[in-house]
């Protein structure tokens, strides 16, 4: 394989885009014979931690502080127990602002504004194609040693997430790629430990179980839900991939299936994934936080989660809160003839209607979370990336 063909009716996630080559490896066919890569994220816990080119997103343009790139040096302790407090990411933050703050608009001769291309690949030769990096998969040979079987990168085991993905999927399989919101949501954690330490939180719509697999590190039991088989057994070997996370702070995932469309949750014992009584009786009675990220590009799908949401805050036994993450995409629709934004208009519409409803037995709070806390997983954080907190409280 030496480039990976994209069909006209996929959807790619830009996380993956722009992925270095010799990390970009496909490591087996999923049940549907869809292809499989692993892809590395590095938690960029001190000013003095490198951006590994050979992780997602490796591209400098998406790292919080150029400090951060200084060493190779990497925080050997456990996320949750990192060390790192408030004052760190304070420091972390003031950088980034400071080397924003110092760049200038170049223009050229003319007046116009020069921008700066991204380098090409090294590995490219081909000058007439555009100036972008492609996706070379490194298919792994059936001699090599199965990266899915060995230990944590032994130099900075607490400091890099394993994934396992497909690239440029349908629509309905958009699940099984890692997406931005994902990522935003992933910051949020870390950043907000008091919500998650020693606590029970679920994450709908999991997909590869990355925010899940964060919020273990801190949590004490996180059920990390979506549905499909295939899907789920992604996300199970995600989970086996990054245990040591967990481990390190005493936490669990438990992955399990949850449908939006059905109202209770599945107890046959013979279905993979399903729910036990110990498990479901755990969930009622000490869930405290929600969380799901870029699961709102249908608006059936929208509105059966904001239903699931419904449900289950009346189920809970603890108030409870819902973190949602989700980008804004610009979309030119035929029937508009315009550029839209319809799955988020539809969110939006969806938020206003839970902040008006009323029960009698639970009122729900509101509210858009500032997207100016630490940044410690590399990406692009654009400003379509938008984080919403809804607060499910008993009403007076």
């Given at each position: 394989?030496?480039?990976v063909t994209f069909r006209s009716d996929t959807v790619l996630?830009?996380?993956?885009?722009?992925?270095?080559?010799?990390?970009?490896?496909?490591?087996?066919?999923?049940?549907?014979?869809?292809?499989?890569?692993?892809?590395?994220?590095?938690?960029?816990?001190?000013?003095?931690?490198?951006?590994?080119?050979?992780?997602?997103?490796?591209?400098?343009?998406?790292?919080?502080?150029?400090?951060?790139?200084?060493?190779?040096?990497?925080?050997?302790?456990?996320?949750?127990?990192?060390?790192?407090?408030?004052?760190?990411?304070?420091?972390?933050?003031?950088?980034?602002?400071?080397?924003?703050?110092?760049?200038?608009?170049?223009?050229?001769?003319?007046?116009?504004?020069?921008?700066?291309?991204?380098?090409?690949?090294?590995?490219?030769?081909?000058?007439?194609?555009?100036?972008?990096?492609?996706?070379?998969?490194?298919?792994?040979?059936?001699?090599?040693?199965?990266?899915?079987?060995?230990?944590?990168?032994?130099?900075?085991?607490?400091?890099?997430?394993?994934?396992?993905?497909?690239?440029?999927?349908?629509?309905?399989?958009?699940?099984?790629?890692?997406?931005?919101?994902?990522?935003?949501?992933?910051?949020?954690?870390?950043?907000?430990?008091d919500l998650f330490q020693g606590h029970t939180v679920l994450?709908?719509?999991?997909?590869?179980?990355?925010?899940?697999?964060?919020?273990?590190?801190?949590?004490?039991?996180?059920?990390?839900?979506?549905?499909?088989?295939?899907?789920?057994?992604?996300?199970?070997?995600?989970?086996?991939?990054?245990?040591?996370?967990?481990?390190?702070?005493?936490?669990?995932?438990?992955?399990?299936?949850?449908?939006?469309?059905?109202?209770?949750?599945?107890?046959?014992?013979?279905?993979?994934?399903?729910?036990?009584e110990e498990d479901i009786s755990d969930l009622y009675n000490?869930?405290?936080?929600?969380?799901?990220?870029?699961?709102?590009?249908?608006?059936?799908?929208?509105?059966?989660?904001?239903?699931?949401?419904?449900?289950?805050?009346?189920?809970?036994?603890?108030?409870?809160?819902?973190?949602?993450?989700?980008?804004?995409?610009?979309?030119?629709?035929?029937?508009?003839?315009?550029?839209?934004?319809?799955?988020?208009?539809?969110?939006?519409?969806?938020?206003?209607?839970?902040?008006?409803?009323?029960?009698?037995?639970?009122?729900?709070?509101?509210?858009?979370?500032?997207?100016?806390?630490?940044?410690?997983?590399?990406?692009?954080?654009?400003?379509?990336?938008?984080?919403?907190?809804?607060?499910?409280?008993?009403?007076?």
């Amino acid at each position: 394989m030496d480039e990976v063909t994209f069909r006209s009716d996929t959807v790619l996630s830009d996380v993956h885009l722009y992925t270095p080559n010799h990390r970009h490896l496909m490591v087996r066919l999923n049940g549907v014979g869809q292809p499989v890569f692993l892809s590395q994220f590095k938690l960029l816990w001190s000013r003095n931690a490198q951006t590994d080119p050979g992780t997602e997103g490796g591209d400098d343009r998406h790292v919080p502080t150029q400090e951060m790139l200084s060493t190779k040096s990497c925080s050997p302790g456990s996320p949750a127990r990192s060390g790192h407090g408030q004052e760190d990411y304070s420091l972390q933050a003031k950088a980034g602002t400071s080397s924003q703050e110092g760049t200038s608009a170049q223009f050229d001769e003319d007046g116009d504004l020069d921008v700066v291309r991204r380098p090409r690949a090294t590995s490219d030769t081909d000058l007439a194609e555009p100036p972008r990096d492609k996706v070379h998969p490194v298919v792994l040979r059936q001699e090599e040693e199965d990266v899915t079987e060995g230990e944590a990168p032994e130099n900075c085991p607490h400091s890099v997430i394993r994934i396992e993905h497909t690239m440029a999927t349908p629509l309905e399989d958009v699940g099984k790629q890692v997406w931005r919101g994902a990522l935003l949501l992933a910051d949020y954690i870390l950043f907000r430990q008091d919500l998650f330490q020693g606590h029970t939180v679920l994450e709908l719509g999991a997909g590869t179980g990355l925010a899940s697999i964060v919020a273990a590190t801190m949590a004490r039991t996180v059920y990390c839900t979506d549905v499909g088989a295939d899907l789920l057994a992604m996300c199970q070997r995600n989970v086996v991939l990054n245990s040591h996370l967990a481990a390190a702070g005493g936490g669990v995932v438990k992955v399990k299936e949850l449908d939006w469309l059905k109202d209770d949750l599945c107890t046959d014992a013979n279905v993979p994934f399903s729910w036990s009584e110990e498990d479901i009786s755990d969930l009622y009675n000490h869930t405290t936080v929600l969380f799901a990220a870029e699961v709102f590009y249908d608006d059936d799908l929208t509105d059966a989660l904001f239903r699931t949401l419904c449900r289950l805050a009346r189920r809970l036994k603890n108030a409870c809160t819902a973190l949602l993450s989700i980008e804004k995409r610009l979309n030119f629709t035929l029937r508009h003839l315009d550029v839209t934004c319809e799955a988020y208009d539809h969110f939006r519409s969806s938020l206003h209607a839970l902040e008006k409803l009323a029960d009698g037995k639970l009122r729900f709070v509101v509210e858009p979370v500032e997207s100016s806390f630490p940044q410690l997983l590399v990406y692009e954080r654009i400003r379509q990336l938008e984080l919403w907190k809804i607060v499910a409280e008993p009403t007076a």
